[in-house]
């Protein structure tokens, strides 16, 4: 699986931005799908994860309430739209497939097999 996140930018607090993830591979909708982000200076951490049917979800309590994952199956993309943004939203997003040998809504890293090459999102305050 091959995985282009897509979708950031830079947007002032309180704004809005919808991320796009594009996987190759017959077998995407098989997948639990998760996002990730890394903020400047520290290490990566958990945002969201959809099952692989989409009708369950997961969020960091950091986020939750003003993101919202979802995916298309037909279009092989799984999107992460982001509301109300913060600028300690500040971070690097990568999203990943979450591998079968371990809880669906799994926020550890280890736990993801694949990765996008990351798409940057600034909120500037």
């Known amino acids: 699986v091959q995985l282009q996140a897509s979708g950031g930018g830079l947007v002032q607090a309180g704004g809005s931005l919808r991320l796009s993830c594009a996987a190759s591979?017959?077998?995407?909708?098989?997948?639990?799908m998760g996002w990730f982000r890394q903020p400047p200076g520290k290490e990566r951490e958990f945002v969201a994860v959809?099952?692989?049917?989409?009708?369950?979800?997961y969020y960091a309590d950091s986020v939750k309430g003003r993101f919202t994952i979802s995916r298309d199956n037909a279009k092989n993309t799984v999107n992460l739209q982001m509301n109300n943004l913060k600028p300690e939203d500040t971070a690097i997003y990568y999203c990943?497939?979450?591998?079968?040998?371990?809880?669906?809504?799994?926020?550890?890293?280890?736990?993801?097999?694949?990765w996008g090459q990351g798409t940057q999102v600034t909120v500037s305050s």
């Open positions: 591979g017959r077998s995407f909708s098989t997948y639990a």
């Open positions: 990943a497939t979450k591998n079968r040998g371990t809880a669906w809504n799994s926020s550890r890293i280890g736990d993801y097999d694949y």
């Open positions: 959809i099952g692989w049917s989409g009708g369950l979800t």
